[in-house]
């Protein structure tokens, strides 16, 4: 299987592994992902192979397919439906074949669609950080920020009540 082309340069992206990604997260470190490092765009592979799990997507769409995923899994996690049911549900909503209906595979204007179709409230989606001690906690730009992917605001989560 050939590496999946970037869509935002169009070139082949790399092999890496975890570390090179998420260089904090040791649960990461072995696993396989495709990435276009001037894009800013990888994508993981499925459990024990180089088989993309969806498209390559730079941080926005991560960020909106986090928010996508927010709203959609809450139909199948809370019980109310299988998830294969609520995929089915999904594709109904969104107009689209079944086999096509895959989160890890979609742009952001479909990804907002998800988040219309599924109630169009968004939980708010905490900001990854890269690096979450007590030690650098003050200097993290993202500590305890989160974002609203709906309207795109980003917002100090630690000054609620």
């Known amino acids: 299987m050939s590496a999946p082309v970037c869509p935002y340069c169009g070139t082949?992206?790399?092999?890496?592994?975890?570390?090179?990604?998420?260089?904090?997260?040791?649960?990461?470190?072995?696993?396989?992902?495709?990435?276009?490092?001037?894009?800013?765009?990888?994508?993981?592979?499925?459990?024990?192979?180089?088989?993309?799990?969806?498209?390559?997507?730079?941080?926005?769409?991560?960020?909106?397919?986090?928010?996508?995923?927010?709203?959609?899994?809450?139909?199948?996690?809370?019980?109310?439906?299988?998830?294969?049911?609520?995929?089915g549900w999904l594709a109904e909503q969104l107009g689209i074949d079944r086999q096509a209906c895959h989160i890890g595979m979609m742009d952001m204007e479909m990804c907002k669609r998800v988040v219309e179709v599924c109630g169009g409230v968004v939980p708010p989606v905490i900001m990854p950080s890269k690096h979450r001690t007590p030690y650098n906690q003050n200097r993290d730009k993202n500590y305890g920020k989160e974002l609203d992917p709906h309207t795109g605001t980003v917002h100090d989560c630690r000054d609620r009540d």
């Open 12 to 87: 082949e992206s790399e092999l890496v592994t975890g570390s090179q990604i998420y260089p904090w997260s040791p649960a990461l470190k072995n696993k396989p992902f495709y990435r276009c490092l001037p894009c800013d765009a990888h994508v993981g592979c499925h459990p024990d192979t180089t088989v993309a799990l969806g498209r390559l997507a730079n941080a926005a769409l991560r960020k909106a397919k986090m928010a996508a995923h927010s709203v959609f899994d809450l139909k199948w996690r809370s019980g109310h439906m299988k998830r294969k049911d609520a995929y």
